[in-house]
C-alpha cells in the first residue's frame, strides 16, 4: 500500500477515480485506490504488480502519470537483482504501549497470541486476537465481516506479523480481553505481512488467584485466565437451549472456585469426562474466562465467554504440567509401605506412604452377584475412617499382621447403593465411580429396569446388622442408560 502523492490530490479532488493504471516493463495493472479519512492509497493490485515484477517492498517507486493523471509510467530507483543495500523506508515500529488514538498509521512488528471467530462462517463471521509486541504489551484486533475475507487465510496464532494502519477505539465493551485502553480496528487500507521476526514474546498466561476471586477483588469486566484441577463435580443440564455444567476447580493451596461451562465447552468437558474419568486428576485450564460477581449467599465464580475462551484438559501443555508436578503431594501412585522417608514412582519425595483402601467386595441384587472393586473415597465415605486411621487403631490393639482384615472393614456390609462402575472383564471386576444411598436416586435407578414394574420400591433407611448372616455382602442396584441419574454426584478421586 502506498499513499497517493499529495499533487494528484489537488487534481483529483472532489472527483477521485476508482482505478488507475501502472504501467512498467510493457505491462499493465489495474491498482485500485482506498479513502481512508482525508487520504487515499494505492491498494488493492499492488501486491500483484511488486510480485510481477519481483519488486520487493524496501523498493522505492517512482510515478510519472501522464494519462490524464490516471495511467501512471513505473519506474524503479536503484537495482531489483543483486541490491547489496536497498533503500528502506525509514518507519520504526510504534510500540503498543504508546497507541492512545492520537494517530492511526501504525506500523507494528508483532505476535498473534490467540485469534479466535464469531459468528456464522460467510456470513456473519469475524475474526479477533491478541496480539504482543516486543516489550510484551497486548491489544485487542477486530477484523471485522468486510474486511476478514481479504485476511483469514493469512491469520494465524502464534505467527509473527508487521501491521499497518487500523482504526484506533475505546476499548470499552462488556467484556475485555487486554487492559489497554484501546483496540485496533482493520479497515480497507490495513496491511498484514506474515515475516519471521525475532524477540517477539510467546503466550504468557495471566493466571488470576483464587483468592482474589473468593474475595471479589477483580475487575469484573476483564478476561482471565484459570488453571486448576477438578475438586468435585456439581451438576449438569443439556436440553436443546444450552448446555450446562458446573463443577468445583481447586487449586494447589486447596481453594475451591465454582466453574460453569456453556455449550460447546460444556460438551467437550463432559465427553472428556465420559472417556477419562478415572484415569487421573483432570487439570483444567480456561482462558479468557468471565468472573462472574458474588449475589447474597453465592460467592463469585468463573465461566467461560464466548468464543473467546479456550477450554484444555490435560493436555502436555507447560502450565498444566507444572500444576500437575506442585499437585504431586497428593499423587494416588501405588507404592510398597516404607518405614521411612521415600522418593515415590512420580518422583515426589515423602516422609511416610499414605495408607488408602483398595477392596473388593462380593455385591448382589436379587438372585444374581458380582464384584466391585471399592476405593478409597468410598470406603472412607462408607466406614467413616481413613485407612490410616483404621491401621492406627488396628496397631494400637496390638494387631500387627498386615495381611489380616481389620474389624473396621465389616462396616461395608449390608449397605443398599446405587452404583455408577465401570467394567473391567480383564480383571473380572467392576471398578466403582460412584454410589450413592439417597433413596430418592435408588429408586430412579430401579424405574431404569426392563422389570421395574415388578421391582419392590425402597421405603425405609433402616441398615443392616453386620453381624446378621443373612446380609454378609454389600447390596446393589447399578444400571448404564443415557440418563446418569449419578452424574451430580463428587468424582471419584484417581487411584
Avoid at 515415590?344 to 495408607?355: S, T
Wanted: glycine share 6%.
Amino acid at each position: 500500500m502506498i499513499e497517493v502523492p499529495l499533487s494528484y490530490h489537488r487534481q483529483w479532488r472532489p472527483h477521485y477515480p476508482t482505478y488507475v493504471l501502472f504501467q512498467h516493463n510493457g505491462t499493465t495493472h489495474f491498482i485500485r485506490l482506498r479513502r481512508y479519512g482525508s487520504r487515499y492509497f494505492f491498494s488493492d493490485g499492488l501486491k500483484d504488480f511488486r510480485r510481477t515484477h519481483g519488486i520487493d517492498d524496501s523498493v522505492i517507486l517512482r510515478f510519472f502519470g501522464g494519462d490524464k493523471n490516471t495511467t501512471f509510467k513505473v519506474d524503479v530507483i536503484g537495482p531489483i537483482l543483486g541490491q547489496l543495500r536497498p533503500r528502506l523506508m525509514a518507519h520504526i515500529a510504534d510500540k503498543i504501549k504508546n497507541i492512545d488514538g492520537s494517530k492511526e498509521t501504525l506500523k507494528l512488528t508483532v505476535r498473534i497470541i490467540e485469534l479466535w471467530f464469531v459468528g456464522t462462517p460467510g456470513r456473519s463471521e469475524q475474526a479477533e486476537m491478541i496480539i504482543v509486541d516486543s516489550d510484551g504489551d497486548q491489544i485487542h484486533v477486530v477484523c471485522k465481516q468486510d474486511q476478514l475475507k481479504a485476511w483469514k487465510m493469512d491469520l494465524k496464532e502464534g505467527c509473527t506479523y508487521v501491521m499497518h494502519n487500523f482504526r484506533v477505539t475505546k476499548n470499552d465493551r462488556q467484556y475485555i480481553v487486554c487492559d489497554h485502553p484501546y483496540k485496533l480496528i482493520f479497515i480497507g487500507v490495513t496491511v498484514v505481512r506474515q515475516c519471521e521476526l525475532d524477540g517477539l514474546p510467546l503466550k504468557k498466561y495471566r493466571f488470576v488467584d483464587f483468592s482474589d476471586v473468593i474475595a471479589g477483588q477483580l475487575q469484573p469486566d476483564l478476561l482471565v485466565d484459570i488453571i486448576g484441577v477438578v475438586g468435585e463435580f456439581v451438576f449438569h443440564h443439556i436440553s436443546p437451549i444450552s448446555k450446562r455444567v458446573v463443577f468445583k476447580l481447586m487449586n494447589l493451596s486447596n481453594q475451591l472456585v465454582s466453574c460453569t461451562l456453556w455449550d460447546d465447552y460444556c460438551v467437550q468437558f463432559l465427553e472428556y469426562l465420559d472417556h477419562h474419568e478415572s484415569e487421573g486428576p483432570i487439570i483444567v485450564l480456561l482462558t479468557n474466562a468471565r468472573i462472574k460477581e458474588g449475589q447474597g449467599s453465592y460467592p463469585c465464580s468463573v465461566s467461560n465467554s464466548l468464543k473467546a475462551s479456550k477450554l484444555t484438559i490435560n493436555e502436555p501443555l507447560t502450565p498444566i504440567e507444572e500444576f500437575n508436578q506442585k499437585y504431586l503431594p497428593h499423587c494416588y501412585k501405588k507404592t510398597n509401605v516404607y518405614p521411612e522417608p521415600f522418593v515415590c514412582p512420580c518422583g515426589k519425595h515423602n516422609d511416610r506412604a499414605v495408607l488408602r483402601y483398595r477392596v473388593e467386595v462380593m455385591v448382589n441384587y436379587k438372585d444374581q452377584n458380582t464384584k466391585f472393586l471399592l476405593w478409597d473415597r468410598e470406603c472412607t465415605e462408607l466406614i467413616g475412617q481413613s485407612a490410616d486411621e483404621v491401621n492406627t487403631l488396628k496397631i494400637e490393639d496390638g494387631d500387627l499382621d498386615l495381611n489380616a482384615s481389620p474389624k473396621a472393614l465389616d462396616k461395608l456390609l449390608g449397605h443398599l447403593l446405587a452404583f455408577k462402575v465401570k467394567i473391567q472383564p480383564q480383571y473380572k471386576n467392576s471398578t466403582v465411580l460412584k454410589c450413592s444411598s439417597d433413596l430418592a436416586l435408588i429408586n430412579d435407578v430401579l424405574d431404569m429396569f426392563p422389570d421395574a414394574e415388578t421391582c419392590s420400591k425402597i421405603k425405609a433407611t433402616t441398615p443392616f446388622d453386620s453381624n446378621d448372616p443373612v446380609h454378609d455382602e454389600c447390596q446393589s442396584i447399578s444400571i448404564t442408560v443415557d440418563h446418569d441419574p449419578l452424574i451430580g454426584l463428587p468424582l471419584t478421586p484417581t487411584k
